[in-house]
């Protein structure tokens, strides 16, 4: 009975698992601004602001910026981030909606006529994973 009971326990304790996620941002071109960081976790929801599942941003380093995402359970995620180079937490863009600011994803580039799927971008995660991603 005691073998079950820590059986069931270590099983519960994995399913409610929390990971860090650290993005190596590369190819930052300035100490300017910040790179902000977007967590998507369904397609239906993936770049719409307000559906970010998680967020974070630090100050832009010239080269390679980390950002730190935690507290992320086990799943299947896509990364969406830019460079907010003026600091005004928002993703400028010129008047027919292509970004003004360097914007990149997990395992995908920007596709000629825009940005690539969920799918193309996501990662299973399972455990504490370093990605990185060049602007």
């Not at 990149?104 to 370093?130: I, Y």
Request: include cysteine; charge should be neutral.
């Amino acid at each position: 009975m005691r073998v079950l009971y820590i059986g069931l326990l270590l099983l519960s304790i994995k399913a409610v698992a929390q990971h860090e996620i650290t993005v190596e941002v590369l190819n930052v071109p300035s100490s300017e601004g910040k790179i902000s960081v977007a967590l998507y976790d369904r397609e239906d929801a993936f770049l719409k602001f307000g559906e970010v599942y998680a967020s974070a941003s630090s100050a832009a380093k010239t080269g390679k910026t980390n950002v730190l995402l935690e507290n992320i359970p086990n799943g299947n995620y896509a990364i969406a981030l830019f460079y907010d180079k003026n600091g005004n937490d928002k993703l400028d863009t010129n008047w027919i909606g292509i970004p003004k600011e360097k914007v990149a994803f997990s395992n995908a580039k920007m596709k000629l006529f825009g940005p690539p799927s969920f799918k193309e971008c996501s990662f299973d995660l399972q455990e504490d994973t370093r990605i990185s991603i060049s602007l």
